[in-house]
């Protein structure tokens, strides 16, 4: 039993990492989430299918590389969701199409305060578009010109 106990005891001490990177118990980083609503009407484009949720692109302006997304549509809700957007101190610039379209551009200094354990953003800058973010449920309501 000594010897389970030691071998036990040697294997934890082994698994333990005394200098594990603080940020492995952050949470992720908020997310963008979009509604895009005809400017005239003020209707969502994708649920009055004046636009296809299947066309939207997201590119990094930085690398030109398309950027991971998703849409959802439960209960016609109809936005475009962008997780993790400074899960590390980056600057990000994203152009946010629809076909080769720019809707608007998302442009955010995400700064990682690893002393609170916490994602700051600083400077989250919404271009080529009138938007309102809705402060009950973070979703930024973007205004397009459907021309």
Do not use: W
């Amino acid at each position: 039993m000594k010897q389970l106990s030691s071998l036990v005891f040697l294997f934890l001490l082994i698994g333990c990492n005394s200098e594990a990177d603080i940020t492995d118990n952050l949470t992720a980083p908020e997310t963008f989430a979009f509604q895009i609503l005809d400017k005239t009407t003020g209707e969502n484009v994708f649920t009055s299918k004046k636009y296809d949720p299947q066309k939207i692109i997201v590119k990094n302006l930085d690398s030109n590389d398309v950027v991971k997304h998703q849409f959802i549509s439960d209960n016609n809700l109809d936005i475009i969701v962008l997780e993790n957007v400074g899960r590390d101190s980056e600057n990000i610039n994203y152009s946010i199409n629809i076909d080769d379209k720019s809707l608007f551009e998302l442009h955010v200094d995400a700064i990682l305060v690893k002393k609170d354990l916490d994602f700051e953003y600083q400077n989250v800058e919404i271009n080529n578009v009138v938007f309102k973010r809705d402060q009950t449920s973070g979703v930024y309501n973007i205004l397009a010109s459907l021309d």
